[in-house]
């Protein structure tokens, strides 16, 4: 028995143009799965708050196994396709970012200024960057949908205004 060939590239378009014909669904590009990284929270934040979101800023480390499952799984799928203002800070940076007061900073200096020991940490940000959520520290994949979807109702909750009585 001979094994067998791979297709030729004309034979692979063929049967591609033959299952389109046929109304077979094409198949959608991948969304990005990468994320923003933070230049500016003083205007990443307002970004957010114009659209009545909070800012979730992702706290990564370059190499960190759940930092990629977190980014590519949940947040930037949110980010592609829902529109969830959300940026990235990474650990040991020197990147330029600045402050939610509009000081420069780099990311390891924020990430130090808010006590930030774990990546990934998601953090939910609101006016003046005040955190309106308690922060989501780790990667399981176990209850991490929801865990993710409470932090983002409370923060949301949080920036609502307030309802007359």
């Known amino acids: 028995m001979t094994p067998l060939s791979p297709p030729s590239r004309r034979q692979a378009l063929q049967t591609l143009g033959g299952l389109l014909a046929a109304g077979a669904p094409a198949v959608a590009a991948e969304p990005p799965r990468t994320l923003p990284p933070s230049t500016s929270l003083r205007a990443e934040i307002a970004a957010a708050l114009a659209v009545r979101q909070p ?11 759940w930092c990629k499952l977190v980014r590519e799984h949940y947040l930037a799928p949110m980010h592609a396709e829902e529109g969830l203002p959300v940026v990235q800070v990474d650990m040991r940076s020197t990147r330029a970012t600045q402050t939610p007061d509009g000081q420069a900073s780099t990311h390891d200096a924020l990430i130090r200024a808010w006590g930030v020991k774990v990546a990934p940490t ?3 940000l609101g006016p003046g960057g005040r955190e309106v959520a308690e922060r989501l520290p780790g990667g399981s994949p176990d209850f991490y949908a929801g865990y993710l979807d409470q932090r983002l109702e409370r923060a949301r909750r949080a920036l609502a205004p307030p309802t007359g009585g």
């Open 55 to 65: 800012l979730v800023v992702m706290v990564s480390l370059h190499g960190c196994p």
């Open 122 to 124: 998601l953090l939910f």
